[in-house]
């Protein structure tokens, strides 16, 4: 078949498993049909087009060559970030497709120095179906079945996204455990709520692995109606629907909630509004794309306020038409093919056979790790704490690497005979001259290099704002430049700024911090059952903590809550070092872990005031004992608390603040989703022992 752009394309294949991705493949060869001509193998093509990234590192880099190579950017950008086997992706690709606005303005952050281009061209639905799903589908025997349990004077709110991850669907016995991205508690939480405030809300669910959802619903007293079949374990791809049969169930809802916490989309945006249904959705992926902002919420406790709103005066069908015209507008793919016509027009052989010429320069190391080599060094300036946020969070690694079997040595302190295999650096807070030494005893001996992992605190200038800082900054990412294979970044804020900085470090991964388990968990302490009013006279008791006294850490802050907060109130301790005198707070010297974590436990709300943290060890600490979090609206804090807090940027915001983290403080408690440490080490781990990723780079 001839084509507009003359370029012969290898389009790479979804994931095989009928999900959004094989979708996205199905749509983008529609949209292609006649700009391009497709062959069947990449050798033959002059560009490779992959839907996904993980396809795509299936081909063998000798396949690839020096072609352009288009991939669309599936998920969004920082969640991809967190995957150390994207990285790899990045040293591919030349051209990212971008299918929302936020995605577009993210993914230059993440490219950095690769500089791949960023083009948009948004995600597609199949229109037609869902704005005529046909007659026929109205007579569908599961159609018919979901329409009669639906009662009458209920209001319905459909959600069709899996919910329940698939591993544990299939073990035996049958786990179900929530994929907490897509935001099941969320959802299960919001119903809740209206259940009992007195709404007579009713869920509908479809589609596979709706398992945990279906379970909480029921436990929280939610009536639910399933277009589906309940089977105890794996129901996919039994339950899969149709999109005629999705388009007849969106039009049988009043409200389409997407509750997700992180979507490169999600579909269910674009069908819902291509099949009228009112929606109340996150703001993530393309959400702000399609929807008004009336119908977008980042707090749980709002959206109950909206939903109650609607259920009383139908404040969310106005948005119809306008979610309507906006499909119409940009979502479909004959849109889409004016889109890619335009792309592939500007995208010759000549120009765009660029790829390996921008690539870091690889570094070798052993291709293969055996099972035994386990061994790894951690480098950090430790001290016994109390101490800041990046020494408890090296001390909680070196705790789970060994609890996970690794065998671990301190700062070069490790047998000769038996040499570790990797290294973690902790930013500049480590024995500098000391580590510099040994790679270049073992450069000079010529021997095989370990793999430096190198965690970046900071930007330490951002927090600090002095040249000393800066200074710090610098040697830091000069190391990162001679010795990494991969770069640990704490959050999406701390990467943002290293390059607003300028700064460009070796294979980022986003990784947060997480913290100790034996001291920082829920427990059954007073304030967790909800007895905090009667042991203080009804007062909500507010804690803070910090280690560091620095002018970044929200002293002025809490000299504020001091001077204008109600004792008779508000109970506030403060617990480290703060530089200001407060009357009012409860001032308790800097404790050890076990302490903190009791502490924290027999409190009711946790505040923080810090500015440009780039991953808070003490919010995490907080948030893992249950404790709601008041953040300022800055940093990795909103990172961290998602669904857990609310954020304030003014002082009198914090009253009325902590009054509504009190109203709904089992609701907050229950959407506390920090990160395991266990978790945590492992993808560690995995930049220091996975070969897959890591095999082209090692110190030195």
């Known amino acids: ?112 120095g690769v500089g791949a281009a960023v083009t948009y061209i948004p995600y597609p639905v199949d229109a037609t179906t869902f704005m005529h799903p046909g007659e026929e589908t109205w007579r569908d025997p599961l159609i018919l079945r979901v329409s009669k349990q639906l009662p009458r004077a ?62 909480e619903l029921v436990k929280r007293g939610v009536p639910i109606v399933f277009a589906g079949e309940e089977a105890e374990g794996d129901d996919y791809p039994a339950n899969s629907l149709t999109r005629s049969r999705l388009a007849v169930l969106y ?28 929606q ?40 119809v038409p306008v979610h309507q015209a906006m499909i119409e507008a940009n979502h479909t793919p004959e849109r889409n093919c004016e889109r890619w016509r335009a792309f592939y027009t500007g995208l010759t052989r000549e120009t765009d056979t660029f790829a390996g010429a921008r690539r870091r320069a690889a570094r070798r190391v052993p291709a293969r790790m055996s099972s035994g080599d386990r061994r790894v060094c951690l480098w950090n300036n430790f001290t016994p704490p109390p101490w800041g946020g990046g020494n408890q969070f090296m001390l909680a690694l070196k705790a789970e690497c060994e609890r996970q079997g690794f065998e671990v040595s301190v700062n070069g302190e490790f047998d000769s005979s038996r040499p570790v295999m990797a290294h973690v650096l902790n ?112 007062r909500i008791r507010v804690i803070a903590t910090s280690w560091s006294p620095g002018p970044s850490k929200g002293a002025s802050v809490y000299a504020w809550m001091d001077r204008n907060l109600d004792p008779a109130r508000f109970e506030m301790t403060f617990v480290g070092n703060v530089p200001a005198t407060l009357k009012n707070w409860r001032k308790i010297d800097p404790q050890p872990s076990e302490k903190l974590g009791q502490l924290l436990r027999e409190h009711d709300v946790y505040i923080t005031a810090s500015r440009d943290d780039p991953c808070s060890n003490a919010l995490i600490e907080a948030m893992a004992c249950g404790l709601p979090a008041l953040y300022f609206n800055g940093g990795g804090h909103p990172e961290l608390a998602q669904f857990g807090g609310l954020p304030f940027t003014r002082a009198d915001e914090i009253p009325g603040l902590l009054e509504r983290l009190a109203t709904h403080r089992p609701m907050y408690r229950n959407l506390i989703a920090v990160p395991d440490i266990a978790t945590v080490c492992r993808r560690y781990m995995s930049l220091c022992f996975g070969h897959e990723a890591y095999a082209g780079r090692s110190g030195g």
Not at 181 to 196: Q, S, T
Not at 251 to 271: F, K, N, T, V, W
Request: proline share 7%.
């Open 251 to 278: 039009r049988l809802a009043d409200l389409h909630l997407c509750a997700s916490r992180s979507e490169g989309g999600p579909h269910s945006i674009l069908e819902a509004a291509a099949s009228g249904t009112a």
């Open 154 to 215: 209920g209001y319905v709110i459909a959600n069709f996204h899996r919910d329940s991850e698939g591993a544990g669907l299939r073990a035996r016995p049958v786990r179900a455990e929530p994929k907490l991205v897509k935001g099941p508690d969320v959802f299960v939480e919001i119903l809740a709520a209206l259940r009992g405030a007195g709404e007579p809300v009713v869920a509908l669910l479809a589609g596979p692995r709706r398992h945990w959802i279906r379970a």
């Open 280 to 319: 109340l959705s996150t703001p993530v992926g393309h959400a702000p794309d399609v929807l008004a902002a009336e119908c977008l919420f980042t707090d749980a406790a709002s959206a109950v306020e909206m939903i109650r709103a609607d259920i009383r005066g139908k404040t969310l069908p106005r948005y």
């Open 427 to 538: 930013s500049v807070q480590f024995p500098i001259e000391k580590f510099e030494e040994g790679m270049a005893a073992i450069g000079a001996s010529g021997e095989a290099r370990a793999r430096v992992v190198h965690r970046l605190d900071g930007p330490i200038a951002m927090i600090r704002r002095t040249p000393e800082a800066l200074e710090q900054d610098t040697r830091c990412f000069g190391l990162n430049e001679r010795y990494a294979a991969a770069t640990v970044v704490q959050s999406w804020h701390t990467i943002r700024a290293i390059r607003e900085m300028g700064f460009d470090p070796v294979r980022p991964v986003l990784i947060p911090n997480g913290v100790e388990p034996a001291y920082f968990h829920r427990g059954v302490g007073i304030g967790q059952m909800g007895v905090a009013e009667d042991a203080t006279g009804g």
């Open 1 to 112: 078949m001839s084509s507009t752009s003359g370029l012969r394309v290898y389009l790479c294949p979804g994931d095989q498993a009928g999900w959004a991705i094989d979708e996205d493949s199905r749509l983008a060869r529609r949209a292609l049909e006649g700009v391009v001509e497709f062959v069947e193998r990449p050798e033959d093509a002059d560009v490779i087009h992959a839907p996904w990234w993980e396809p795509l590192m299936a081909l063998p880099q000798s396949a690839i060559g020096h072609r352009p190579v288009v991939c669309h950017m599936v998920g969004q950008p920082v969640r991809c970030l967190a995957d150390p086997r994207f990285v790899p992706a990045l040293e591919r690709v030349t051209h990212w497709v971008a299918q929302s606005r936020a995605a577009a303005a993210d993914l230059p952050v993440i490219t950095g």
